[in-house]
């Protein structure tokens, strides 16, 4: 049986469903997003890390290091920026291959340049890399080439189970993971049509990607839009104009 208990925290961000989960795996307390009854409520917690330092992930990570007196840790190229996001500089770092507690780190990056993922035998807590339904944001600051090389290299570790930031666990990784790659290739192509349909800037690309009206998650759209853009534009396939309105692409 798992020791891995998910922990769905309503956290008052836009994010699927509303709720991120913080995972508790034996003394380790992962991705504290906000204060609720079930996390004051557990004890022995000597160890609190994130899988990444967006606000929904990161939200009472002091409240609950500071509540069990536990060892704080960040990611240690990103030490500076953990500190930043979260208002608590770290005790201690780990790099890929580390160990917190009872998991290994695996270097997950994309979704943000500092997200890792955590490992508890074929066990993977994911973060933002992936969940059950729908597809993950690539923020501004995140990098597409990267998510999907990070996609890829989880695939070939052939997960049991994946643990993900957002929603149910995947019991069927492999499956969804290519699902994810699939989905971001089909995007891709999109993207590269709308350029060479005449499509010039980020809104207008939006406007003939999507289907539908992405109403409150519209500026999240426009951001995976624009990280599609930056991976094509480094591949060669469209070109970037800078311009004083802003950068326009031709394919």
């Given at each position: 049986?798992?020791?891995i208990?998910?922990?769905?925290?309503?956290?008052?961000?836009?994010?699927?469903?509303?709720?991120?989960?913080?995972?508790v795996?034996?003394?380790?307390?992962v991705?504290?997003a906000?204060r609720?009854?079930?996390?004051?409520?557990?004890?022995g917690?000597e160890?609190v890390?994130?899988?990444?330092?967006?606000?929904d992930?990161?939200?009472?990570?002091?409240?609950?290091?500071?509540?069990?007196g536990a060892?704080?840790?960040?990611?240690?190229p990103?030490?500076?920026r953990?500190?930043?996001?979260?208002g608590?500089?770290?005790d201690?770092?780990?790099?890929e291959?580390?160990?917190?507690?009872?998991?290994?780190v695996?270097a997950?990056?994309?979704?943000?340049?500092?997200h890792?993922?955590?490992?508890?035998?074929?066990?993977?807590?994911?973060?933002?890399?992936?969940?059950a339904?729908?597809?993950t944001?690539?923020a501004?600051?995140?990098?597409?080439?990267?998510?999907?090389?990070?996609?890829?290299r989880?695939?070939?570790?052939?997960?049991?189970?994946?643990?993900?930031?957002?929603?149910?666990?995947?019991e069927r990784?492999r499956?969804?993971?290519?699902?994810?790659?699939?989905?971001?290739?089909?995007?891709?192509r999109?993207?590269?049509?709308?350029?060479a349909?005449?499509?010039?800037?980020?809104?207008?690309i939006?406007?003939?990607v999507?289907?539908r009206?992405?109403?409150?998650?519209?500026?999240?759209?426009?951001?995976?839009?624009?990280?599609?853009?930056?991976?094509?534009?480094v591949?060669?396939?469209?070109?970037?104009?800078?311009?004083?309105?802003?950068?326009?692409?031709?394919a």
């Amino acid at each position: 049986m798992s020791g891995i208990e998910r922990v769905p925290v309503p956290v008052d961000r836009r994010v699927p469903s509303g709720r991120t989960n913080a995972y508790v795996v034996d003394t380790v307390l992962v991705d504290p997003a906000a204060r609720c009854a079930r996390l004051d409520g557990v004890g022995g917690i000597e160890h609190v890390v994130a899988t990444h330092t967006h606000p929904d992930h990161v939200g009472a990570l002091a409240r609950y290091a500071e509540r069990n007196g536990a060892t704080v840790w960040a990611y240690a190229p990103y030490a500076d920026r953990f500190a930043d996001a979260t208002g608590v500089a770290p005790d201690r770092t780990y790099r890929e291959g580390d160990s917190v507690g009872p998991l290994d780190v695996v270097a997950t990056p994309g979704h943000a340049p500092d997200h890792v993922s955590f490992v508890s035998g074929d066990e993977y807590l994911v973060g933002d890399c992936c969940r059950a339904g729908g597809s993950t944001a690539i923020a501004d600051e995140g990098d597409l080439r990267a998510y999907l090389t990070s996609l890829r290299r989880l695939y070939a570790r052939d997960p049991g189970t994946l643990y993900p930031g957002h929603g149910d666990p995947i019991e069927r990784p492999r499956e969804r993971l290519a699902a994810v790659v699939a989905h971001r290739r089909e995007r891709d192509r999109d993207v590269r049509a709308a350029v060479a349909s005449g499509a010039r800037t980020v809104p207008e690309i939006v406007e003939a990607v999507y289907d539908r009206d992405r109403g409150a998650f519209r500026s999240l759209a426009a951001a995976t839009v624009r990280a599609h853009l930056d991976k094509l534009v480094v591949e060669g396939r469209v070109t970037r104009e800078e311009t004083p309105d802003g950068p326009r692409y031709r394919a």
